[in-house]
């Protein structure tokens, strides 16, 4: 069990926008900032959005990055069947003194 | 071209040991900050280690403290991670990733891994 609550799956059409949620706490989402990865089958994860809301040079504004409280959350608009693939949020914990990644969403674009 | 390669890998039994290597190359290494990450099978990330730019702050997950060191060699622009004791839930592909932005675990970019199977 993750200390970074993600959904397990998500999914969503073509063209349509979908949202990944992050759930933590004040030691961890609350005071730090978040980042979020994609990862395909059997590659590296991919750095997609950083401290909460931006985006590394190369990655489209369909992707964007939102926060409230302990929660953090992914959007993705004009979705693709190309972004098919898991999805991550990971921060820092104060108390733990240690990084953090949640569980993992698997987005399914029908 | 930012490129951090893994290399040390292996098939050990538990209780053994084993060096991984992550050489870096495309940046300058010694001023990111560095980390391990490490995916067990079928399973999500864990966040393994991480090391400030100056090596004078490490840190590890509850999991492998104790058992793991991580040390970086900037001479050689390669980042270590010394793994004792090793258990079989260690069994995983460990990555190596560098630090952007403030905090450690923005991990900007990943090498491709490193697979570690700890079995008798």
């Known amino acids: 069990q993750s200390v970074l609550t993600q959904p397990p799956s998500v999914s969503a059409a073509p063209g349509q926008k979908v949202t990944i949620s992050c759930s933590g706490s004040?030691?961890?989402?609350?005071?730090?900032?978040v980042s979020w990865y994609q990862q395909f089958p059997g590659t590296a994860p991919k750095l997609l959005i950083y401290?909460?809301?931006k985006r590394p040079s190369g990655i489209p504004d369909r992707f964007s990055g939102s926060k409230s409280g302990s929660s953090a959350t992914l959007g993705i608009t004009g979705l693709q069947t190309g972004d098919e693939a898991d999805y991550y949020c990971?921060?820092?914990?104060?108390?733990?003194?240690?990084?953090?990644f949640g569980g993992g969403t698997k987005l399914t674009v029908l | 071209e930012v490129l951090l390669l893994e290399s040390g890998g292996d098939l050990v039994q538990p209780g053994g040991s084993l060096r991984l290597s992550c050489a870096a190359s495309?940046?300058?290494?010694?001023?990111?900050?560095m980390s391990w990450v490490r995916q067990a099978p079928g399973k999500g990330l864990e966040w393994v280690s991480g090391?400030?730019?100056?090596?004078?702050?490490?840190y590890y997950a509850d999991s492998v403290k104790g058992r793991f060191a991580i040390s970086r060699d900037d001479f050689k622009n390669t980042l270590f991670l010394q793994m004792n004791s090793l258990r079989v839930e260690d069994t995983a592909v460990y990555y190596c990733?560098?630090?952007?932005?403030?905090?450690?675990?923005?991990?900007?970019?990943w090498g491709q891994g490193t697979l570690v199977t700890v079995s008798s």
């Open positions: 990733a560098n630090s952007q932005g403030v905090i450690i675990t923005t991990l900007g970019h």
């Open positions: 495309g940046f300058r290494f010694t001023s990111y900050a």
């Open positions: 090391i400030s730019y100056s090596g004078d702050s490490i």
């Open positions: 004040s030691s961890n989402v609350g005071n730090n900032y």
């Open positions: 401290e909460d809301i």
């Open positions: 990971g921060t820092w914990d104060g108390s733990l003194n240690a990084g953090l």
